[in-house]
């Protein structure tokens, strides 16, 4: 599928004002933003386990995912994580096209479902902000402007408190909030830093962040094809495009397109979706709404604009769940599950134990054999635990020369020790030993290791 770029514009950047009207899909991207800023705002302070439910903190390297903690050891996951993520991303784009950024993505909930929002309710519908706008600096535009703003200011404050509470903790945030600015100076600042971010972006850069900072965009072009299911303009039905005539109440000529312009003025990145699709198409479905909405009042079937594949709409094809589409919903639901079966799995303790280099077995007082070796335990949990390495067979002996003693949260112990076997027990130059990592008591890991003594004739 081509995407058709938007043509370059040598004036200043054209301020977009979009109409704002209520429809089916609307209303469905209300209730889901209803629920995203539920979760978002309470996301770090639910617990799972005592652990918060998301936290990247990239300072002391520690991540905890839906209760899970992750440390750098587990640098492997975060590859696997970042493979299955690209895969999907490109696999789901190829399917649905830029739904993603329509619906989900954090930057057009923010911007269209509540600073939108906030903007229309003071300052009135598209047609008003623009003559407000445009006109001289009134007692009302100063009073209105500067509620705007404050409120503005107020929103990416809470933003950037939740944000910040997501890279420290909530506990560290509350801290911040309710003890002495110089104890925290530099969390108040960062929290400042935040706000003032995320106010520009959402008070002058807006739609630019769709459509010139974000990648997915531009990379969009190259990942659509004649398959893949977007927001598009059936332009077979609608054209040619006539204006209704209201003496007869029919179209002249036949399109179904009253070219009202109606679908443009709801755009929030001012593109005319009747010009094929384009990268800044977020597919936010706000003119699906608008012109369902015309085809009802002149009595005509909806979806003139839908989500639509090319082939669909060159072949009369409905929108339907095509093969290729479950195939790939199926392959990122295996990969989501594989991914989510190494985190939930995974052992909040390593061991690793490697027999010393170069060094053969050596004999001992009282007919015992022995061989050193060298380990390390790894705690990946986030308390602090006190470990003991113990052979499973109860024949084999070990004998510290470095106790491992207490690991804290997130770190690692190297020992070292010896294992000793009776020369009367070993029968082959090698014998495989399995060792159990225990804590509290309880095995939580076990681990085999090879064991070198002369065999017994």
Not at 89 to 115: D, K, N, S
Not at 157 to 177: D, E, P, R, W
Not at 186 to 199: H, P, R
Not at 251 to 275: A, E, F, N, S, Y
Request: glycine share 6%.
């Amino acid at each position: 599928m081509d995407v058709q770029p938007k043509p370059k514009e040598t004036e200043k950047r054209r301020w977009i004002y979009p109409l704002i009207r209520k429809g089916q899909l609307y209303n469905w991207r209300s209730r889901i933003s209803y629920a995203y800023l539920a979760l978002f705002f309470a996301g770090p302070f639910i617990r799972i386990g005592g652990q918060p439910l998301l936290l990247l903190n990239f300072v002391d390297r520690q991540f905890v995912i839906l209760g899970q903690v992750f440390w750098p050891q587990d640098i492997f996951l975060f590859v696997l994580a970042s493979l299955v993520f690209i895969v999907c991303v490109v696999l789901f784009t190829i399917a649905y096209g830029r739904i993603f950024c329509g619906w989900v993505c954090p930057q057009t909930i923010f911007m269209e479902m509540y600073f939108r929002k906030i903007e229309q309710w003071i300052e009135g519908d598209a047609n008003k902000q623009k003559k407000l706008d445009a006109g001289t600096w009134t007692t009302n535009k100063i009073l209105k402007k500067a509620i705007k703003h404050i409120l503005f200011l107020l929103f990416s404050f809470l933003i950037a408190n939740t944000f910040l509470a997501y890279i420290i903790g909530s506990v560290a945030l509350i801290k911040i909030i309710t003890e002495s600015v110089q104890l925290h100076w530099a969390g108040f600042f960062s929290i400042w830093v935040f706000t003032l971010i995320f106010y520009i972006i959402y008070s002058r850069i807006r739609e630019l962040v769709c459509t010139v900072i974000c990648p997915y965009g531009r990379l969009q072009g190259v990942m659509l094809d004649k398959d893949t299911l977007v927001v598009a303009y059936d332009e077979i039905r609608g054209e040619p495009r006539g204006k209704l005539n209201k003496s007869t109440d029919t179209l002249q000529p036949k399109g179904d397109c009253v070219d009202c312009g109606l679908c443009v003025q709801v755009c929030p990145t001012g593109i005319d979706i009747r010009q094929g699709t384009q990268m800044e198409c977020v597919n936010c479905t706000a003119c699906i709404d608008v012109c369902n909405d015309v085809m009802a009042k002149i009595h005509k079937p909806p979806e003139l604009i839908g989500f639509y594949s090319e082939n669909m709409i060159r072949n009369r094809q409905r929108p339907t769940f095509t093969t290729r589409m479950m195939g790939y919903s199926v392959i990122i639901a295996v990969m989501m599950t594989v991914l989510c079966y190494f985190i939930f799995s995974r052992a909040d303790m390593d061991l690793t134990i490697m027999r010393s280099a170069g060094m053969l077995y050596q004999k001992q007082t009282g007919g015992l054999i022995s061989n050193i070796y060298n380990a390390e335990v790894i705690n990946k949990s986030s308390t602090v635990r006190s470990i003991l390495i113990s052979p499973a067979d109860s024949a084999v002996k070990v004998k510290y020369i470095q106790q491992p003693g207490k690991i804290n949260a997130g770190s690692s112990v190297k020992t070292v020790f010896f294992l000793l076997i009776r020369a009367s027990d070993i029968h082959a130059p090698k014998t495989e030993i399995k060792i159990n990592l225990l804590f509290n008591n309880k095995i939580i890991q076990t681990v085999s290791t090879t064991f070198v003594g002369p065999p017994n004739d």
